[in-house]
């Protein structure tokens, strides 16, 4: 929509098209959300009214310094750190060197004014401290016995670097479409329901990383951060720490964004079902109103390593102590045989045995048994037939099952390489707000079941 025109802008083509109020940009219709969307800048409209409805974009844009261009006041004590090799940017007070990049772990950095201003809206400052964050560290690595002991040495845990990461906290108000069939049973009666719920309620301050160098895998694996305690930026909580610079905008994160929400819908869609009813055939669609983002650092230790070609990232909110991160697994000599053998696996080691034993049980039979060709022949074979039998029963019984057993029980188990889950939908939900639930489920059909298991009738109504 074009300030003061109607709306619509006609083409070369002769087709009509909307334009956004803020910026001219054209406007698409997102099925997700029920409404006009500007990618330019991520104003939200009404498709009926063409009134705005909310944005996906920033209130306020950190604009780029031209060359030669004034840095503002604010901005004159800091500077900016180029990797060399990944391109990461990081921010910093001038008294605080960079020495490598936390990212990539690349010692060229180049250092330069800065080209953008850097102003969030908000920041959660540093609570846990550099000796802090490495006793968690020790203690996240010691739950991992088969670690490489690469990762336990002190040159590694000393690479942890305190980072202010940009995030993008996004709250709306949704409606959650809720659509499945459903059974009940009542003695000898089975009902069935067509069931349908409508739920509206608000999520607030979502996070969403703004940095390509954090994926949202690991921010969602350090969230919750404790927004009570975020403040207006300032300045001096840069002292000793680094900020990395966003370079993506929430505007270009709409896919991202409306697929989490999506899932915070099928969990309190869920949530909605009063256990009456058996549910099979759910459906769950999720539309965003009044969408809002806030800009804020939130602060995490952070790290990488190296190890045999792949790189591995180390997380610690900064504000709670939460830990994840992926570690390599080492094998043992055993298990790397059972990975490729599989189920062959004792017939293979029992095998390996009766090879290693032959040498000493010819030079023994040969000793006993030096005029007598056959009787030697024949007890060599008896010999190495024992030795494959008893160390087939003994890899099998006391090594391979007890193997299969440690493998099938740490399927039940938290395990330590492995990120954490994103926090449930309750996190984010606004609890003073309004939530409502439309309940739009109808009555199918009603069967009686008679008789036992091999003699049923059905009596539909």
Request: hydrophobic fraction near 35%.
């Amino acid at each position: 929509m074009i300030a003061g025109g109607t709306g619509f802008d006609n083409g070369l083509s002769g087709t009509y098209s909307s334009k956004c109020a803020g910026c001219a940009g054209n406007l698409t219709y997102d099925t997700s959300i029920g409404a006009l969307v500007c990618h330019q800048c991520g104003k939200v409209y009404d498709s009926q009214s063409m009134e705005e409805t909310g944005s996906f974009g920033l209130a306020f844009r950190e604009k780029e310094y031209a060359e030669g261009e004034p840095v503002d006041t604010e901005d004159l004590d800091k500077v900016e750190y180029v990797c060399d090799s990944c391109g990461a940017q990081i921010i910093t007070d001038k008294r605080t060197t960079a020495t490598f990049c936390s990212f990539c772990g690349s010692p060229t950095l180049i250092s330069r004014r800065l080209t953008r201003q850097f102003k969030p809206d908000m920041i959660i400052p540093f609570k846990i401290d550099k000796e802090r964050a490495m006793d968690l560290y020790d203690e996240f690595v010691s739950s991992a016995k088969s670690v490489p002991k690469d990762f336990r040495s002190a040159k590694v845990r000393e690479r942890l670097s305190g980072i202010y990461m940009p995030v993008w906290l996004v709250g709306a108000d949704c409606i959650t479409d809720v659509t499945a069939s459903g059974k009940r049973k009542d003695g000898d009666m089975v009902y069935s329901h067509d069931l349908s719920r409508v739920i509206s309620y608000s999520l607030a301050d979502v996070p969403f990383t703004g940095s390509g160098k954090m994926s949202q895998r690991l921010l969602e694996a350090v969230e919750p951060f404790d927004l009570t305690e975020a403040v207006e930026f300032n300045t001096s909580l840069l002292q000793g720490f680094y900020a990395y610079k966003y370079d993506n905008l929430p505007e270009r994160m709409i896919d991202k964004i409306e697929e989490r929400f999506n899932i915070y819908g099928e969990e309190f869609g869920k949530n909605g079902f009063d256990g009456l009813y058996e549910v099979r055939s759910d459906n769950y669609i999720t539309a965003l109103r009044r969408v809002n983002v806030r800009y804020c650092m939130v602060p995490v230790w952070f790290m990488c390593y190296e190890y045999e070609g792949l790189y591995y990232h180390f997380v610690i909110n900064g504000q709670t102590g939460e830990v994840c991160g992926r570690l390599p697994e080492k094998d043992s000599f055993f298990a790397r045989i059972v990975k490729k053998a599989g189920k062959f696996t004792p017939a293979l080691v029992s095998a390996g045995v009766a090879v290693l034993l032959m040498f000493p049980a010819w030079l023994f039979l040969r000793e006993l048994y030096p005029e007598d060709p056959e009787l030697f022949w024949m007890y060599l074979l008896i010999t190495l037939s024992v030795i494959f039998g008893a160390s087939f029963i003994i890899v099998y019984k006391f090594a391979y099952i007890s193997y299969v057993r440690r493998q099938l029980a740490k399927e039940s188990e938290k395990n330590p390489h492995e990120l954490d889950r994103r926090p449930p939908v309750e996190q984010y939900l606004v609890y003073d707000g309004k939530i409502e639930m439309e309940n739009r489920d109808r009555f199918g059909a009603a069967m009686k079941v008679t008789g036992d298991m091999n003699n049923r009738n059905y009596h539909f109504f």
